[in-house]
Structure formats: structure tokens, C-alpha cells
């Protein structure tokens, strides 16, 4: 059994930034690339960002490119995302997932390729 768990989410000033975390467990973190999806009210989940096992690979969603940073330290079992230049429009409730295959090579954007998902960490952006 896999549980992530995420920290970090707040409320922040429009400019500001926060640092999410997320610690994983119950698995060989190392070897799964890891992303960030995040859910605002009354909109469907979408992809935020994902890494690759070794790290050495990001993605992003457009809207957030040059604003957010995906890590991970596998020594730690924890990945990262850095939002920095939050605006109003970032507020949601921000997850992390774990993908389903190990040692993927083309990191993916679809939900359904993940398959074990923290509880979730509620990001508000004030304008």
C-alpha cells in the first residue's frame, strides 16, 4: 500500500510563493515518476507537473511553465513543487500522484496513468 501525504498548501498574496511537499511511502519511490494535479471548485482535476524516477526529467503544464519547479529527493522519498508568481487563477486543492508504471520514460499529463493519490493540500491565491 502507497500513502503520500501532502504539505505546504496556504494562503498567499498574488506574487508570492509557496513550496509543496509530498511524502511517499510503501513503495520504491526511486523508481516511479511522480506528478502534481490540483482541483478548483467546480472544475475537473487537471495536471500540473511531473517528474521522472531518476529525476532527471520534468513536464509541465503550459500555464505553468516559468512559474513552478517539480523536484524530487529520492533519498527522502519526497517531491516538490515550488509555485512561485502565484496568481488568483492557481487556487485550488493541489495533489500528488504516483504514475503506475515503474521507470517510465515519456512522462504522462493523464490522470488515469497514475494510481495512488494523497488527500490533497488547499492553495488559495488572494488577488
Known amino acids: 500500500q502507497v500513502q503520500l501525504v501532502e504539505s505546504g498548501g496556504g494562503l498567499v498574496q498574488a506574487g508570492g510563493s509557496l513550496r509543496l511537499s509530498c511524502a511517499a511511502s510503501?513503495?520504491?519511490?526511486?523508481?516511479?515518476?511522480m506528478g502534481w494535479f490540483r482541483q478548483a471548485p467546480g472544475k475537473e482535476r487537471e495536471f500540473v507537473a511531473a517528474?521522472?524516477?531518476?529525476?532527471?526529467?520534468?513536464y509541465y503544464q503550459d500555464s505553468v511553465k516559468g512559474r513552478f519547479t517539480i523536484s524530487r529527493d529520492n533519498t527522502k522519498n519526497t517531491v516538490y513543487l515550488q509555485m512561485n508568481s502565484l496568481k488568483p487563477e492557481d487556487t485550488a486543492v493541489y495533489y500528488c500522484?504516483?504514475?503506475?508504471?515503474?521507470?517510465?520514460?515519456?512522462?504522462?499529463?493523464?490522470?488515469?496513468?497514475?494510481?495512488?493519490w494523497g488527500q490533497g493540500t488547499q492553495v488559495t491565491v488572494s488577488s
Open positions: 500522484a504516483a504514475d503506475r508504471r515503474a521507470l517510465r520514460v515519456v512522462l504522462v499529463s493523464n490522470r488515469n496513468e497514475y494510481d495512488y
Open positions: 510503501g513503495r520504491t519511490f526511486s523508481t516511479y515518476a
Open positions: 517528474v521522472s524516477w531518476s529525476g532527471g526529467s520534468t
